[in-house]
Structures are given as C-alpha cells and as structure tokens.
C-alpha cells in the first residue's frame, strides 16, 4: 500500500499497530465478511466443529453441493473435472469425487476417501479415481497445508480465456478479487496423469495464490473450504468470459479503463477474504438444497432416523 497509519505507539515508541491505507485515504483494518454484512450479523458464517467427524459429514455435503452448483453452471465435459478437500479427521488424507458421474447427480455419499499414494481407503470404495485429478490435487494438497479445497473442471470461458496464457486484467469490482493472487501455468504437458506434472501446477501456484489459469487447459482455485474454492471458480469463470467480452467489443473509440493497482489491492482486502467468500457462495448453495437437497446424504439419513 502506498501509505499507513499508525493507530498507536508504546512507551519505546514502536507502533501497536499499523494499518494499511489506500491513496484515498480508505484505512483497511481487518478482512473478514463483518466489511459487507451492515446492520446485522453476518447470515453465512463458517461453522466451527467439536467433532471432526461431524466436520467430514458437513464438508462432504457442501462439496457434493458444489458440484451441484457446477453442474447447474454446465461446467461438466464428460469425465473431466474434479473437486478435493482435505480430510478433517486424517489431514493427510483427501476426497475426491468419482470419475463418470455428472456433477448434476453427485450426492456426498459418492465421494472417494484417498491416501497421499491414490490408495482409495474410505467412502464410496467401488468407485474410480479420475487419474488427473489425483495428480494436480495430490501435489496442491502436499505443497499447501493452509489449503483444504481445490476445483478444477473444463468450463467453456476458462478453456477459451487459457489460450491466451495471459492473466486477467484488473476491468471490474469482481477481477480484483484475484489482485496478485492467480497465475498462468504456461507448461502445458498434456494430460496430467502425470505426478510431475501435478507438481508443477502446485509449485506454480506459489505460498498464497488462489488461481491458476492453466494454459491450453482451463481453470483451478483453491481455498481454506470447499465453499470459498468453489466461489472462487464460479468468479473466475465468469471473469474470464467479461474479459473475452470486452477484449472483443475495444476498438479505437471504445478503450478499457483499468482499475489501479491501489484500488485493485483495496478492493481484495475488503472483499476477498476466505470469509466472506464463503458467504458468497452460500446463496448459490441453498439454491441448490431449494432445488433437491437429495446430494445431503448425511442430514437426510439423520431425518430418516428420527
């Protein structure tokens, strides 16, 4: 940031605290979803667990519910696409959905408990394990304790946008929230069954990065849940398609006006956190459990047994 502000010092004279400051004077003190919920509390806040069981049950839910949500988006191209998210009780260990169901049609029942080695060791045992997604997901995971969720699928304006191998353009509200946190994996190798090649997706990925648009290839986010993972793919596909819209319609008359890298950087702070990205996810969730909350297997089979 251009400035700050230093909010207090102790008796040493060394600052309390020190908070970043955008060139209009907008003082960014704390990210969370509390910036956008006014007047009350915030309606879609992450639930915490006593039980890590219980936390695998509701985890495995919002996954399935994700890719309810993809399917809806008509980002499903055969077999390809998967979503992972790292298991709560055996942090070592993730999920993943299995190859050759719709996304439309995924419940959470139907997803596949994997070791770091691809050994299916839980859930839904008969099913197969889409080599791919093993092998960019294995490596994100490994490379990224801080991440517990990725998504990945052949989306028509990611795979279009990614023939390009450029990053996104800072256009609107919404493309900031990926200000210096995505990258272009530029080292198509083909099909990633390949380890080394999931490898290399991670490493370029970097410490922080939430993005990857994967040249010749399409879109991958990450996130602290599988909410906030999904959201962001949602975004960045959408994204993608208003930057082919507007590359397409400039003209000599008709320039783009960027966002400046101050704003851009204010913008992400207040509005991109893992926070409230998962609340922003939650109306297209609960869209779905409106729909047919069929993909819930755990709370149905509770309401069963009741």
């Known amino acids: 940031m251009s400035q700050t502000v230093v909010k ?7 600052p309390q605290k020190v908070d970043p400051v955008s060139s209009r004077g907008y003082i960014m003190t704390q990210r969370g979803a509390s910036n956008m919920a006014m007047g009350n509390e915030n309606p879609h806040k992450i639930p915490k667990f006593d039980d890590p069981y219980k936390q695998r049950e509701w985890m495995l839910e919002h996954m399935a519910g994700a890719f309810r949500v993809f399917g809806r988006k008509d980002f499903a191209e055969g077999t390809a696409g998967h979503i992972s998210v790292r298991d709560p009780v055996e942090p070592s260990t993730f999920w993943i959905n299995p190859l050759g169901i719709h996304f439309s049609m995924v419940t959470a029942a139907d997803m596949i408990h994997i070791d770091e080695d691809g050994n299916i060791i839980g ?6 394990i889409n080599a791919a997604g093993f092998a960019i997901h294995s490596a994100l995971h490994k490379a990224r304790p801080n991440i517990n969720a990725a998504c990945h699928t052949h989306s028509v304006w990611g795979r279009a946008f990614s023939c390009f191998g450029k990053p996104l353009e800072m256009l609107n509200q919404d493309s900031c929230y990926f200000y210096k946190s995505h990258a272009v994996y530029e080292d ?24 990857l648009i994967l040249q010749n290839h399409g879109l991958l986010t990450v996130g602290e849940t599988v909410d906030e993972a999904a959201y962001l793919f949602t975004l960045l596909e959408r994204t993608c398609k208003i930057q082919m819209m507007v590359n397409a319609a400039e003209n000599d008359f008709y320039k783009k006006q960027l966002i ?18 998962y609340m922003a996810f939650q109306p297209d969730l609960n869209l779905e459990k409106f729909k047919d909350d069929s993909f819930m297997t755990y709370t149905k089979r509770s309401e069963q047994a009741k």
């Open 123 to 128: 859930g839904n045992t008969c099913g197969t």
């Open 188 to 211: 198509f190798g083909g099909t990633a069954v390949e380890k080394e090649e999931g490898k290399r997706i991670a490493k370029c990925a970097g410490e922080t990065g939430r993005a």
């Open 260 to 277: 400046g890298n101050d704003e851009a950087a204010y913008t992400n702070f207040i509005s991109a956190d893992p926070e409230s990205m």
């Open 8 to 14: 207090s010092t102790s008796a040493s004279g060394i």
